[in-house]
């Protein structure tokens, strides 16, 4: 059974305190790895897709980075307005086109 | 805006009840999730439709059912409801077929309080 892990499930930071997000995932076939931020009471709102280990793609502060068995999130220097959960999913062949959703981790910024 | 359309926003019933979830996709595309997301679960996917035809099911219970009309729009039916079916619904939808890259498009959601 596809699985996705996040970690760890909360994070507080001072603003400008740079950190990372973890997504460790054990699936068969990777097809892409996603990055969502939800907003309080929001839908998820699409961030990156990576599809290979090696892969890079950034957004502002954020930065996504894919293995072949995790990727990590990584807010450089965050504001408080970058406080949400964000969220990574897999998507396998097995699985459609559907994706499997982590946990996700609640990140804080604090002023 | 994501282009995904849900109503109702927010919807409060009480047990044993029947309720129907709607959700208008981005235009153009064919495929339709539902996910179910609870403070203890998470994410979870119901089911996906892809041209009104049913593509996928996950944990989805026997007492909810979906449907996707020829429009494209999609309803979610949640009967004989009970406490623990309080959650966010939330519908995605996705190009589908060969323009599929993967990423899901997400509404709003649709909050259900079951009192």
């Known amino acids: 059974e596809d699985q996705v892990t996040q970690s760890p499930e909360a994070l507080r930071l001072q603003e400008g305190e740079s950190s990372s997000l973890n997504c460790s995932y054990t699936?068969?076939?990777?097809?892409?790895l996603f990055w969502y931020r939800q907003d309080p009471g929001k839908g998820p709102e699409f961030l990156f897709t990576l599809y290979s280990a090696g892969e890079e793609k950034e957004k502002e502060r954020l930065k996504a980075t894919l293995t072949k068995k995790e990727s990590f999130l990584h807010i450089t220097a965050p504001k408080p307005e970058d406080s949400a959960t964000y969220l990574c999913?897999?998507?396998?062949?097995?699985?459609?086109?559907?994706?499997?959703f982590g946990g996700g981790t609640r990140v804080l910024v604090k002023p | 805006d994501s282009g995904v359309t849900q109503t109702p926003k927010h919807l409060i019933t009480a047990t044993g009840q029947r309720v129907t979830l709607r959700c208008s996709p981005r235009?153009?595309?064919?495929?339709v999730y539902w996910y179910q997301q609870s403070l203890d679960q998470g994410l979870q996917f119901l089911i996906q439709?892809?041209?009104?035809?049913?593509?996928a099911k996950g944990n989805i219970l026997e007492r909810f059912s979906a449907q996707q009309f020829p429009d494209l729009h999609s309803e979610l039916n949640l009967s004989s409801l009970e406490l623990g079916d309080s959650a966010l619904y939330f519908c995605?939808?996705?190009?589908?077929?060969?323009?599929?890259?993967?990423?899901?498009?997400f509404g709003e959601g649709s909050r259900l309080t079951v009192l």
């Open positions: 999913a897999a998507a396998t062949p097995a699985a459609g086109n559907k994706l499997t």
């Open positions: 235009s153009g595309d064919l495929s």
């Open positions: 699936v068969s076939g990777l097809r892409g």
């Open positions: 439709y892809y041209n009104g035809e049913e593509r």
């Open positions: 995605a939808s996705s190009p589908g077929g060969r323009a599929n890259t993967g990423e899901l498009f």
